[in-house]
């Protein structure tokens, strides 16, 4: 056989073998390779251990976000039943009138909705800090001008007192409203919250900021192959 044609085998051979041998290493070396994300808020732990080379370590209890219980843009009751193995983003809003932070914050969490419009795996909150005046009814109209479906992304309402203490208590981020020159204000943080299927919160991302809006893209994937993998091994 010519050397040409011997030469032409090889790479041949070569540019066969190479997406395999990549999917290998994805598969059975790359498996663990991507940095875990962390985990935020208050943590304990446990009495029961595990063992991490060789080493016996005590098990760690995160925080996990609890009493969520309210009503949706569809007038239907939403709670963590809603979002049973599911990754969460949350985020604090208002109807009227609006910041421009809330705006822009409402864009990015609508690009987001649509960037994920097929995944059934990942789900969007907004929690209204002003449940008095964002009735469902209202939310529903302001939903709409959003293209914000219920079961994907939910824009909360009900009792005020639960509402903001599942926002500064549970998800730990600032919500307020405060009284001056005869109104009522609104003072909240503009990040969104990354949420586990486990109800944990993973991440926080200022949804004002292009970096924090692609590092919330990023990591919305790789909690996503957590979960998947999570599954996969049975836990």
Known sequence: MKPASIKKILILVTILAVPGFLYYLLQDQGKNRYKPLPFFGPKQYGHSFHEVRGKTIADTIYHEAKGLDFISQAGKSVNWDSYKGKIVVFNAF?????????KLSNKAMQAFNAWYSNNKMVHFVSMSIDPVYDRPEVLSKYADSLS??????????GD?????????????????????????????????????????????????????????????KVLIAEVLRNIEDGR
């Open 148 to 157: 914000a479906k219920p079961g994907k992304w939910d824009l909360l309402t």
């Open 94 to 102: 208002y109807t009227h009138p609006s910041s421009e932070a809330v």
């Open 160 to 220: 005020s007192t639960k509402l903001f203490s599942f926002i500064n208590d549970q998800l730990f981020i600032d919500a307020h409203q405060a009284y001056g020159r005869g109104r009522k204000h609104f003072l909240l943080s503009d990040y969104f919250v990354l949420v586990d299927p486990q109800h944990r919160i993973r991440g926080y991302y200022h949804s004002n900021r292009q970096e924090d809006l692609s590092k919330l893209d990023d990591e919305i």
